[in-house]
């Protein structure tokens, strides 16, 4: 699979790379398998998404949509996820955009950026968390 999902902090973290080119498919596999628990998603207090250095993703609209009822459905758990994209590729980013749009209602705090570090250092301010 292209993406690596590693759990951190107690498992209250999550961290998911982009290895290559990422597909709907792949992302809506990996969401449903991290919040498929509710006791799971209830102890989780951030997300970490690095497509720093993916330059390709292949997803439609309808696999957007379908990501983002995941994560509503996920949030009825947990509203408070803290989540961090770091996104290098104009056209991902555009697409982690359009997730953010239809995602409003999970009420989570989200943050796009270029950059992983910032990112990291955004999460460690907003969470007292060290990585």
Do not use: C
């Not at 792949?26 to 006791?39: G, N, P, T, V």
Request: proline letters at 1%; zero cysteines.
């Amino acid at each position: 699979m292209p993406l690596e999902i590693n759990y951190l902090h107690n498992n209250s973290g999550v961290v998911i790379t982009g290895l290559d080119t990422v597909t709907g498919n792949d992302l809506i596999s990996a969401m449903k398998d991290i919040f498929s628990d509710r006791e799971k998603t209830m102890a989780y207090r951030y997300g970490l998404v690095d497509f720093s250095k993916n330059e390709q993703m292949d997803i439609s609209v309808a696999q957007i949509v379908e990501l983002s009822k995941i994560h509503v459905q996920a949030s009825k758990w947990n509203s408070n996820i803290v989540v961090g994209f770091a996104i290098r590729n104009t056209f991902i980013y555009g697409l982690v955009s359009i997730w953010q749009i239809f995602a409003r209602h999970t009420n989570w705090k989200i943050r796009l950026s270029r950059s992983l570090d910032e990112n990291r250092e955004w999460l460690e301010k907003e969470l007292n968390l060290i990585f």
